[in-house]
T-cell receptor, first 114, second 115 residues
Framework: DTAVSQTPKYLVTQMGNDKSIKCEQN?????MYWYKQDSKKFLKIMFS???????INETVPNRFSPKSPDKAHLNLHINSLELGDSAVYFC?????????????FGQGTRLTVV | DQQVKQNSPSLSVQEGRISILNCDYT??????FLWYKKYPAEGPTFLIS?????DKNEDGRFTVFLNKSAKHLSLHIVPSQPGDSAVYFC??????????????FGKGTKLTVNP
């Protein structure tokens, strides 16, 4: 009965490859996100979707393409992976985009590009 | 430019004592703050929040204090337990427009509670 689940948990791949991370939430939330936690441990928003529509794209390279087939899913596809893409990627969701609400996070996907 | 800062990367306390985790922010327009707790290999989980109309919010062993004049908030855990050992993040929706879709996070403080 995991609320926000993302797969895979670990991903090791070579530079130049294309990979996808999947995320699903069963909370009935309208809003979903992708966050990146880099080597300095900062958690930074990458994308936000509300009702399947992209609402935030925080200057992320075009190689990163999120896709939301429905409100419960937000997948992240990364083309031409680079060493600097190595990080932990967290999917999250919240009931809506209001200021006074919390986000619920998945367990993270540790991506290592070699 | 860090808008939400946690200047202590780590904190170690004895079981049963108080843990105090600090967070500073740069913009007085921040009006809502959240604390998240993160265990290794897991995602952050929401712990407690506070609105700027309050100066204190309590939930069991966890209390958050907000000092708006100092642009400072702190999370108190009393009594601390070994299971509280985790990384604690302070977060806030941006000071201008936007909400939960654009939370700003501090760098986190790793708390270790020793038995």
């Amino acid at each position: 009965d995991t609320a926000v689940s993302q797969t895979p948990k670990y991903l090791v791949t070579q530079m130049g490859n294309d990979k996808s991370i999947k995320c699903e939430q069963n909370l009935g939330h309208d809003t979903m996100y992708w966050y990146k936690q880099d080597s300095k441990k900062f958690l930074k928003i990458m994308f936000s979707y509300n009702n399947k529509e992209l609402i935030i794209n925080e200057t992320v390279p075009n190689r990163f393409s999120p896709k939301s087939p429905d409100k419960a899913h937000l997948n992240l596809h990364i083309n031409s992976l680079e060493l600097g893409d190595s990080a932990v990627y967290f999917c999250a969701s919240s009931p809506h985009t209001g200021r006074y609400t919390e986000a619920f996070f998945g367990q993270g996907t540790r991506l290592t590009v070699v | 430019d860090q808008q939400v800062k946690q200047n202590s990367p780590s904190l170690s306390v004895q079981e049963g004592r108080i843990s105090i985790l600090n967070c500073d922010y740069t913009n007085s327009m921040f009006d809502y703050f959240l604390w998240y707790k993160k265990y290794p290999a897991e995602g952050p989980t929401f712990l407690i929040s506070i609105s700027s109309i309050k100066d204190k919010n309590e939930d069991g062993r966890f209390t958050v204090f907000l000092n708006k004049s100092a642009k400072h908030l702190s999370l108190h855990i009393v009594p601390s337990q070994p299971g509280d050992s985790a990384v604690y993040f302070c977060a806030a929706p941006p000071p201008t427009q936007g909400g939960s879709e654009k939370l700003v996070f501090g760098k986190g403080t790793k708390l270790t509670v020793n038995p």
